[in-house]
């Protein structure tokens, strides 16, 4: 994303704090997958899904020998989760999060590896009882290649309608992955062998009021608005903005989808 002193020079003559909210979205510090300094500005679902993923997680847990989480971000998740398993790992793709995630769990034993690619993983067949996967991809064969005969797979996603509204508002085309939902999942499990055993989808209405903080979720999510800068999408961004000051936030939905899963 690239933004210049041209942008800062026409965003400085506004004076309704467009321009320091643009420039707080593009340069705050922002550490693993930590949301709690923008509590009350980006949309929080969590709280009001029909599940807990924490339950269906920690339901599980305690019987599990040897746990792997995917996409571990900045390890949060699974730090909150201790006391974990003696064989306890962890991966993380995006850079920036795999040094965060092993100065958090390095302490607790836990391995954070870089996957090899295209949803590879480095460890060996039967390494885990348990899988945790909350918002990261997965392939189901190798998923079933490094898991133990009578193991489980726990995932929560978003699904491919998550924001849409977003995308709208800019003219920014849909997702290309919009129709990634609850059934394409199970199907895809299903095909690949795996018996789903519990499943659940929603969306939640959410609201965006802050243009700063929806300028930091497209620096974050690269893959929602893939063009995605501020000068390509100004007039976009100062619509919005304008609304939002007028007490109009940008109304959108959270669509999230988790199911439980055992190889057949």
């Known amino acids: 994303m690239r933004h210049n002193g041209a942008m800062g020079e026409e965003c400085g003559r506004d004076d309704d704090g467009y321009a320091e909210l643009v420039a707080e979205g593009l340069t705050a510090p922002f550490e693993g997958w930590d949301f709690g300094p923008w509590q ?30 995917l996409g571990t971000g900045g390890g949060e998740f699974l730090s909150s989760l201790a006391p974990l398993p003696a064989r306890t790992a962890a991966t993380e793709e995006y850079p920036p999060n795999v040094p965060v995630a092993r100065r958090r769990l390095a302490p607790l034993g836990v391995e954070v590896a870089v996957p090899e690619g295209d949803d590879a993983l480095p460890f060996a067949d039967s390494s885990f009882d348990l899988v945790l ?11 079933r290649r490094v898991m133990t005969d009578d193991g489980v797979l726990v995932t929560q996603q978003v699904g491919g309608r998550d924001l849409e509204e977003v995308n709208a508002a800019l003219g920014s085309p849909p997702h290309t992955y919009r129709d990634f939902c609850l059934d394409s999942a199970v199907e895809e499990l299903t095909e690949a062998g795996w018996s789903v055993e519990w499943r659940a989808e929603t969306r939640v209405a959410e609201a965006l009021a802050d243009i700063g903080a929806l300028v930091l979720f497209l620096r ?12 390509r999408y100004d007039t976009a961004l100062r619509a919005l903005h304008r609304e939002m000051r007028a007490g109009r936030p940008l109304e959108v939905g959270c669509h999230r989808f988790a199911l439980v899963a055992r190889p057949r």
Request: charged share 30%; proline share 11%; net charge negative.
């Open 40 to 69: 009350g500005r980006l949309p929080e679902p969590e709280s009001r899904l029909p599940w807990s993923y924490r339950e269906l997680v920690g339901e599980r847990l305690s019987a599990a020998r040897s746990l792997l989480d």
């Open 133 to 143: 996967s909350r918002h990261n991809s997965y392939d189901p064969d190798e998923l």
């Open 220 to 231: 974050i999510t690269p893959w929602h608005v893939p063009d995605f800068d501020v000068e």
